[in-house]
Structures are given as C-alpha cells and as structure tokens.
C-alpha cells in the first residue's frame, strides 16, 4: 500500500471503519509480530502482543497525528505494550520465583537487520540475539527491528540517549563474539 492510499485508509479508520482498520492491520500486523516476538521471545506471546497492540491501536487511532509516520506510531504501541509486559513478568518472577519459566524457542523472523545473510547465518543470528541478555536484547531489537531512533529507544527504556549508544555498541560486541562463537562450533 502506498502512502496516499494509506492516508485514505487511516482517515476511513479514523471515522470507524472496521474494514479499513482491517487493511491496516494486513499492512502492518507482520512487522508488529516480529518487533513482538525479538523482545518477547517467544511466538505465542508475540501472538497475544500483536492482538493487543492492535486492539489499543483501534481505541487510540483518533489521537493519532497524521504528521508523524504510522509505522512509526503503531511499532511505538507495540513496543512500549512489551516493555510493560517485560517488566510484569520480571515482577511475577520475584514474586512467585518458584513458577516455572517459559524458554523462548529460536526466532525465525527476517529483518532488514538479516536479509542478505544466508539462511544458516540467518538462524545462527537470530539464537545468538535470543541468548543475549535483555538489556542488550531490547534496545538491539528497537532499533533493528523497530526502526526506532535512538531518542526513541531512550524514552522507551526510560534512559538517556548516549546509555543508548554505549548499550547497542555492547550489544553488537557481544553479538559478534556469539556469532563467532557459533561459526566455530559448526567448524
């Protein structure tokens, strides 16, 4: 869909047309799903995520600014509504320590972040990404696979702008290193 069509498409959403939030949704749902499932780890809750985000979407479409880009306004949504989940379940883990815990199986999602890598490298990336730790996994993941700027990462972790940039430049590092590690084993 191109932009003029989008535009018409928002503002018959905007004025409560399910069936043009439908052509929304078809538009957008896969990029949220994939922003959802690198943070969440795993498919089932990126499912639920996805269903969500879209659903607060619809409730807030009419405080949408047509300035600022919808990919831009609907990943946002979606990645503070998994950040917030993040942090209840860190909560449900303290408190209920002895809950089992689900492990994220290995993603399968393409990015621009891996789309000229061969399917093996592919795969290799993506376990490496899910073993990294949260604080180097979110914001790797932000600004990868939700194309957010790292302003907008910043607000989102509710941190500064340069923690940032020192957090992603780590990431990478550890990244490398694990992916590295990787190549060698299947040596």
């Keep these: 869909m191109d932009e003029a069509q989008l535009e018409i498409v928002l503002r018959d959403a905007q004025m409560g047309d399910a069936v043009a939030f439908g ?3 078809g538009e957008f749902s896969s990029r949220v799903f994939g922003l959802c499932r690198k943070m969440l780890g795993s498919q089932a809750a990126a499912e639920d995520a996805t269903s969500e985000v879209f659903e607060r979407a619809y409730q807030s479409l009419e405080s949408y ?3 600022r ?21 860190r909560l449900e883990k303290r408190l209920f320590h002895d ?6 199986a290995p993603a399968a999602v393409t990015s621009p972040l891996v789309a000229l890598e061969t399917r093996e490298q592919r795969l290799a990336l993506l376990e490496a990404i899910d ?3 949260e604080n180097y996994r979110l914001p790797l993941v932000l600004k990868y696979y939700g194309d957010l700027s790292y302003d907008e990462i910043a607000e989102q972790l509710a941190t500064t702008r340069n923690n940032v940039a020192v957090l992603l430049h780590r990431a990478k590092r550890e990244l490398r290193g694990r992916v590295g590690a990787l190549r060698k084993e299947e040596s």
């Design 23 to 25: 052509r929304v949704y």
């Design 65 to 67: 600014d047509r300035e």
């Design 69 to 89: 880009p919808f990919d831009r306004w609907i990943l946002t949504i979606a990645s503070r509504h998994c950040l917030n989940r993040l942090r209840r379940e």
């Design 99 to 104: 809950e089992p815990v689900e492990v994220p």
């Design 131 to 133: 073993t990294l730790p």
